[in-house]
């Protein structure tokens, strides 16, 4: 199986209250690059990326570009084009209008070198956003079993202490 041209990753932190930050980060195999999210003409595939809360979330304020977008004439298609290439980084603040929500985060692009293109290709890319429904999060857990051992640790201790005194 061949290695993906770009490899997409999607991450959420919680800004304040209900506001949360999603980051699309997709890192691009060396001599592709992609097209940048905001092509005016034809010819160029945009990359495209809508996240979808359904009625538990929804976007707030445009589409962020946090990377180098190298703008350039493409003699072919006649007019200045974005390209990204390395690493591409994405950023959108997102809502959450219940206790939580699963965002489907899609993303659409045109991956070229200088000589060809692959395909338009697309993924989509699932993250929980808010207030955890049960304690399966590693964070929990280890929490949870950290106090456990310190707890044990003390009683151990106490009664190390106790026994010396006699």
């Known amino acids: 199986m061949a290695l993906p041209v ?3 990753t999607v ?7 209900n506001l949360w930050n999603v980051t699309v980060s997709g ?10 999210v905001s092509q005016d003409q034809e010819g160029a595939n945009p990359t495209v990326i809508i996240i979808n809360g359904g009625s538990d979330a929804h976007t707030v304020g445009d589409l962020q570009v946090l990377c180098p977008v190298e703008r350039s004439a493409d003699e072919t298609l006649g007019y200045q084009i974005g390209t990204i290439s390395d690493t591409a980084l994405f950023s ?3 809502m959450l209008d219940s206790d939580s929500a699963d965002l489907e985060v899609y993303i659409e692009w045109m991956a070229c070198t200088e000589n ?19 304690s399966s999060n590693p964070y929990h857990l ?25």
Request: charge should be negative; glycine fraction near 10%; aromatic fraction near 8%.
């Open 6 to 8: 770009v490899n997409w």
């Open 11 to 17: 991450s959420a932190s919680q800004l304040d209250g």
């Open 27 to 36: 890192v691009i195999a060396p001599e592709y690059h992609i097209y940048d």
């Open 92 to 94: 959108q603040q997102v």
């Open 116 to 134: 060809a293109c692959t395909p338009l290709d697309d993924t989509t890319i699932t993250v929980h956003i808010g207030k955890e429904e049960n």
């Open 142 to 166: 280890a929490g949870f079993a950290c106090g456990i051992l310190i707890g044990a640790l003390l009683v151990y201790l106490g009664i190390r202490a106790g026994k010396r005194k006699k």
